[in-house]
């Protein structure tokens, strides 16, 4: 039987609509190679799916909350809220070095229930308040990947989205002084939507062409591919 925890982590998480998480980014929308809006954007939602109806709410800001040990894991490392911090707080670069090292951890398995996490919310939720909040961090979105997606086989657009976000913010630590909008950023945003994409297919989920094909692209150039693949069908200028 699967844990609550792994119920909370499912790939349905990224479009059951329990759990809406509202994010401060900037957004950008393409579509093929023409940029069709840009702006500001305060109601960019992911559905975060939860246990039940009426799930349980975003943690508050600056406030402690009481965790519950994980059922199957006991581990002396820092809890997952413990390395985000409290909400809206800046980080020192090693708090945010910790940060990026879970997100790489996580993205291997997106799915599956986290040891650090022994909140009653799932790791995606904790996650997209951190990057909401964050002033650290500034991820630029767009949703070129997802709509390259569309009419290519399995729905893929919601959690290639919500990966390629996490791959941003984690690639933005690790390289100080990068700009989101750079295609080196974007590209690691695909490399981390793919991993995404693959633990979605363990578990039996519904294949796409071009995530397919992206892999492919991935395990014979690398990140170089990825970014000049990137650059080919999406421009992204200031």
Not at 48 to 64: A, N
Not at 225 to 238: C, M, P, S, V
């Amino acid at each position: 039987m699967r844990s609550e925890n792994a119920a909370r982590d499912s790939p349905h998480s990224a479009n059951i609509p329990s759990l809406i998480i509202l994010i401060w980014c900037r957004v950008r929308c393409y579509e093929g190679n023409d940029m069709k809006h840009r702006f500001w954007v305060f109601g960019v939602t992911f559905a975060i799916s939860q246990v039940g109806c009426g799930g349980p709410q975003p943690p508050e800001r600056h406030s402690q909350s009481q965790e519950r040990p994980h059922p199957t894991h006991q581990s002396a490392s820092p809890s997952l809220r413990e390395i985000l911090g409290p909400l809206g707080a800046r980080q020192t670069p090693e708090k945010l070095a910790e940060v990026a090292a879970f997100i790489r951890r996580w993205e291997r398995s997106p799915f599956e229930p986290m040891p650090e996490n022994t909140s009653d919310l799932s790791t995606q939720a904790l996650m997209l308040a951190w990057l909401t909040e964050s002033p650290d961090v500034s991820v630029v979105v767009s949703v070129a990947l997802s709509r390259l997606c569309e009419g290519r086989g399995a729905n893929v657009g919601p959690f290639a989205t919500v990966g390629s976000m996490f791959g941003m913010a984690a690639y933005l630590i690790e390289h100080p002084g990068t700009a989101g909008h750079e295609p080196d950023v974007q590209a690691a945003g695909v490399a981390s939507a793919l991993l995404w994409y693959e633990d979605s297919l363990r578990r039996g989920e519904g294949r796409n062409e071009l995530m397919d094909e992206l892999i492919a692209i991935r395990d014979q150039r690398g990140h170089d591919g990825l970014r000049e693949w990137w650059e080919a069908h999406i421009r992204l200028t200031e």
